[in-house]
Nanobody, 123 residues
Framework: QVQLVESGGGSVQAGGSLRLSCAASGFTVSTYCMAWFRQAPGKAREGVAR???????QYADSVKGRFTISSDNAKTTLYLQMNTLKPGDKARYYC?????????????????WGQGTQVTVSS
């Protein structure tokens, strides 16, 4: 049974950093398309970053140069390092994955989802 559990969220001041983790069970994260999404209050959920075994990590324009997605194959964990956080980054962050090609942030393609972890950034 596939399960994704996020952790690492919290409250930080603008300019600060957080590292989110997504612990996967039932599969190895490095062998599939894995992504981080986020949803701010009153807004649609959006893709933030994605990574797959054979592709270069892809990022939303809003986070390029500040966020880094990575995976630790040995520990079956996905990470999102978030630096220079802005108030606009405040959202609930979700880990997601699927078995198909890793070409878009089309949420309908992602079969597995975690429950999310909250990130709050104060100005």
């Amino acid at each position: 049974q596939v399960q994704l559990v996020e952790s690492g969220g919290g409250s930080v001041q603008a300019g600060g950093s957080l590292r989110l983790s997504c612990a996967a069970s039932g599969f190895t994260v490095s062998t599939y398309c894995m992504a981080w999404f986020r949803q701010a209050p009153g807004k649609a959920r959006e893709g933030v970053a994605r990574i797959s075994t054979y592709g270069k990590p892809q990022y939303a324009d809003s986070v390029k140069g500040r966020f880094t997605i990575s995976s630790d194959n040995a520990k079956t964990t996905l990470y999102l390092q978030m630096n220079t956080l802005k108030p606009g980054d405040k959202a609930r962050y979700y880990c997601a994955g699927h078995r198909l090609g890793c070409f878009t942030f089309n949420q309908q393609e992602f079969s597995w989802w975690g429950q999310g972890t909250q990130v709050t950034v104060s100005s």
